[in-house]
């Protein structure tokens, strides 16, 4: 099937004016704004509690037949206690505790990313149909978001796989999306703009969640199970994924790339060889190289604490889930403010400055959940204040950091391996969790085992030389890095 050329656009933003650059940037930030309802409402708040709790409903069924659910469902991990041999669910042969397994999902689901991902950022680059590219993930990851409505009773494979789809599709979508910040703004905007994009997204992410919130608190006088009412609310993710991704899709524009295949078969196959030469080419970048090494160290240690937070505070906590939602929206709003204030912060005392000073909060943050009191909610409301400020922040800043050190029109390719860790989790942390959750069943251990992400990350970042990285990239070095 031929593929038109994009559209010749000029694909360096300075040749655009201050006011094209604007309603694209405003554009841009819409699509923080609808892919946030799927990382707060799915993975942040709903889907780990509600996995658990189906997958626990199937092991009651087949090693508890007798025991009532009800019963099984308060009681499954003194019965498990009693029964050491019992209270596991089947995953392909394997034997998975009810607790492993949204961890186990999260794993595969970030495996599935460092494989795809590099050759969906090497599609983008090579074809240049970066909008429609956006368009199609966006959609795909928001349809596996509405299925999500189907999972219940014992269907945790189900919503294992449903959630694999979607968590892949919104990857894709986002290598695509972070790509079209280098397009969209100038050297010195870079911080700014990637600052507002993800500021913007919590505001979108955390008035869905408010929604959510007055639904889940007010099932029973709608007359609503909880399970219901937790299903309506991950739908409800999907839905707002898809409306508000109109948005960027009317007003972002294709950038010209070097003629190509003229074929959809030809034009992968191209895109194949590029990501491999991409690959040989960055070891001319290696400080490049080890800024991104660096962020994929840290920022798993981010994804991974964001990624089991719901879960942590049920299972280890015993927190009820309105405190759960309402700390995770409490968040959402805060952060914010935090995205803005750590991007004020690097204006005067520089980014990377910034960054290393945020790797040393979270690393606080970690070390205080070991002591968190279970039934204590305002200890979890401190603990989630602190991760608040410095969230937005370190990842904005850490993407424009990224987007000054890599070479022009390879954009998507190199996001794409930033994406590999970046939100919806990351592999090596996602898998230390699940690996403590088999063997110690403590969430406790599994968060405070992150400690050592932030400080590698520290490390790593603070060896980087970033105004030799940018001026190696052939890049312009802004004024403050």
Avoid at 165 to 175: H, I, M, P, R
Avoid at 198 to 214: D, K, V
Avoid at 389 to 410: H, M
Avoid at 431 to 443: E, G, H, K, P
Wanted: with cysteine.
């Amino acid at each position: 099937m031929p593929l038109p050329a994009p559209p010749a656009v000029p694909d360096d933003p300075a040749h655009d004016s201050p006011a094209a650059r604007r309603r694209e940037q405003r554009a841009w930030y819409f699509y923080d704004w609808a892919n946030s309802a799927f990382y707060t409402t799915i993975v942040s708040v709903f889907l780990g509690p509600y996995l658990i709790a189906v997958a626990k409903t199937s092991a009651c069924a087949t090693d508890f037949p007798s025991v009532a659910a009800a019963t099984c469902s308060g009681g499954f991990d003194e019965l498990v206690a009693a029964n050491p041999g019992l209270g596991y669910v089947d995953v392909l042969g394997a034997d998975i505790r009810p607790a492993a397994f949204f961890g186990l999902t999260l794993t595969v689901a970030v495996f599935l990313q460092i494989v795809f991902l590099p050759i969906v950022g090497a599609l983008a680059d090579h074809t240049g149909r970066k909008r429609e590219l956006l368009g199609g993930f966006a959609y795909v990851g928001a349809l596996a978001t509405l299925g999500l409505f189907f999972v219940e009773g014992e269907r945790y494979l189900l919503g294992g796989v449903l959630f694999v789809v979607a968590n892949l599709a919104y990857g894709s979508s986002v290598v695509v999306y972070d790509s079209f910040l280098p397009q969209i703004s100038t050297p010195d905007e870079r911080d700014g703009v990637s600052s507002r994009g993800w500021a913007i997204g919590y505001l979108g992410g955390g008035l869905l969640l408010a929604i959510n919130l007055a639904l889940y608190l007010q099932h029973e006088s709608l007359g609503l199970s909880e399970g219901m009412a937790v299903r309506i609310c991950m739908m409800s993710a999907g839905l707002w994924w898809a409306t508000f991704t109109l948005i960027p899709l009317l007003r972002l524009r294709n950038r010209p790339v070097p003629p190509h295949e003229t074929t959809a078969l030809r034009s992968v196959g191209g895109s194949f060889r590029q990501l491999g030469r991409t690959l040989r080419e960055l070891r001319r970048y290696p400080l490049t190289l080890l800024f991104l090494v660096a962020y994929l160290v840290y920022n798993d240690g981010i994804q991974t604490v964001i990624g089991n937070s719901a879960a942590f505070a049920s299972e280890a906590l015993k927190l009820d889930r309105t405190v759960q939602i309402s700390a995770i929206l409490m968040v959402q709003f805060v952060a914010f403010f935090g995205a803005l204030l750590l991007g004020l912060l690097a204006r005067r005392f520089g980014t990377k400055r910034t960054v290393l000073g945020s790797l040393l909060v979270w690393t606080v943050i970690v070390v205080s959940a070991l002591f968190v009191q279970e039934g204590e909610p305002t200890q979890f409301y401190l603990l989630a204040l602190a991760i608040a400020i410095v969230l937005g922040g370190t990842q904005a800043l850490s993407r424009s950091l990224f987007s000054q050190v890599i070479p022009k029109g390879r954009e998507a390719e190199y996001f794409s391996l930033l994406q590999i860790s970046d939100k919806g989790s990351a592999f090596i942390g996602a898998l230390t969790v699940t690996i403590a959750l088999q063997l110690t069943n403590s969430y406790r251990i599994a968060i405070v085992s992150m400690i050592i992400f932030f400080i590698l990350g520290f490390v790593l970042l603070a060896m980087v030389n970033l105004p030799k990285a940018i001026r190696a990239a052939g890049n312009e070095v802004p004024e403050r890095i």
